[in-house]
Every structure is written in C-alpha cells, then in structure tokens.
C-alpha cells in the first residue's frame, strides 16, 4: 500500500517567513495530493490540493509543487502569520480507483511567532 | 463545500460498554464513508472504508469485530466501539467522498472517546 512520509514533525518560524514542509509518497499510481490544517480538537480542512498533472498549484500565500518523477511534493506558506499555527498534513491516494482513500503524513507542528 | 456532520462531538463511557458513532452527509449523497482514528499528536490512521449496502473493508490491524460498521443509507454510516478500553480512547473521524468537482473529501466534526 501507500506509505506518506512527512518532514520536519515540527518547524517554528517568524511571523513573515516562509515555511516549507516535504512529503514523500511510495505509490507510484498516487495522483492526488491534498494538504490539511488542523486546528487541536477540530476536523482537518483541506487548504490545497495537486493532481499528477500539474507541477505547481498556488493560491495566495499557499503554494504546492509536486514532482512525480521524485515522488514527492511540498507544501509552501509565504509571509506567515500566527493563524497560520496548526498541524499540517499531507496526503496521497489514487483518486480514481478507490474513491477518496487517502493515506496521511505524520504531520507538522507549525507555529508561527509574533 | 459539502457537509459532514459527525455524533456525537465527544463521549465518555465506562470500560466494558459500547458507544456508537453516526456521520451523516447533510446535503449530498455518500456511497463511500471512511473512519480515521487519531491519537494525540499523531496523524490519522485510516480504520476501515464504508460501503453502502455492503460490508466495510477494513485496513490490516483493525478488528472488525470490536469496531462494527454499518452504512445503510446513503447518507449515514455509524461505527460502533464494542467492549470499549481505555486503549480505544482516541478521536474518530469520518469522511465522505462526495465526488464533488474538485475531488475533495469532506470530514466529519469528530468525536472524542474517552474509556474510563
């Protein structure tokens, strides 16, 4: 099966500074990239997600990049501010075949410092 | 988005006893739920996969047994925590696959267990 690998576990930057999370995926037939924020206690919300057809998806200060060759994408937060602290996780499935079947990261400690 | 509401939020039982949780997709039909467990501090961990009209499939390590599941409509799938241990005290979350346009799977509030 799939095996979502996630780095750094946690990562402490200045409010301002970007901040760059790297996930690795085993499954080479994954070709859907999500990544959730979670808030303690609340539901993951899907903040921006990437399918094997593109290489780079952005939407304001959140960017993805994905590199399929590699087998792994990354998570980019530019100009960070302390609501931007929370956990992050990565995820990859194979949209097609199995619905929506996603395998997780371990996740990322962000905390972002006034 | 799509709407995913999970129940209930958080429940403390005794050891020994059963507690059932229900996810229910408000405004859209599910044929496919998913269970997640998550450990504090720790990621989710897919449990099982909710078929409607079928039996669900659960991930390797899982008893099926001690979590039952069942999806009878499309719109409401219910995990049941049998003969709860304090071990099993966790967070459950659930998810739809709601097929939506942009592929995104939608969660549930999730629920708290705490096992005494």
């Known amino acids: 099966g799939e095996n979502v690998e996630q780095h750094p576990s946690t990562l402490s930057v200045q409010e301002g500074d970007s901040a760059v999370i790297k996930c690795t995926y085993s499954?080479?037939?994954?070709?859907?990239f999500p990544w959730y924020k979670q808030e303690l206690g609340k539901r993951p919300q899907l903040i921006i997600d990437i399918r094997s057809n593109v290489g780079e998806k952005k939407d304001q200060r959140i960017a993805v990049t994905l590199n399929k060759t590699a087998k792994h994408f990354s998570l980019h937060i530019t100009e960070t501010q302390p609501e931007d602290s929370a956990v992050y996780f990565c995820?990859?499935?194979?949209?097609?075949?199995?619905?929506?079947?996603?395998?997780f990261g371990e996740g990322t400690q962000l905390t972002v410092n006034p | 988005g799509a709407v995913v509401s999970q129940h209930p939020s958080w429940v403390i039982c005794k050891s020994g006893t059963s507690v059932k949780i229900e996810c229910r997709s408000l405004d859209f039909q599910a044929t496919t739920m998913f269970w997640y467990r998550q450990f504090p501090k720790q990621s989710l961990m897919l449990m099982a996969t909710s078929n409607e009209g079928s039996k669900a499939t659960y991930e390797q390590g899982v008893e099926k047994d001690k979590f039952l599941i069942n999806h009878a409509s499309l719109t409401l799938s219910t995990l049941t925590v049998t003969s709860a241990h304090p071990e099993d005290s966790s967070f459950y979350i659930c998810s739809a696959d709601g097929r939506s346009n942009t592929g995104e799977l939608f969660f549930g509030e999730g629920s708290r267990l705490t096992v005494l």
């Open positions: 995820a990859a499935s194979r949209e097609e075949t199995s619905g929506s079947r996603l395998t």
């Open positions: 499954d080479s037939a994954s070709n859907y």
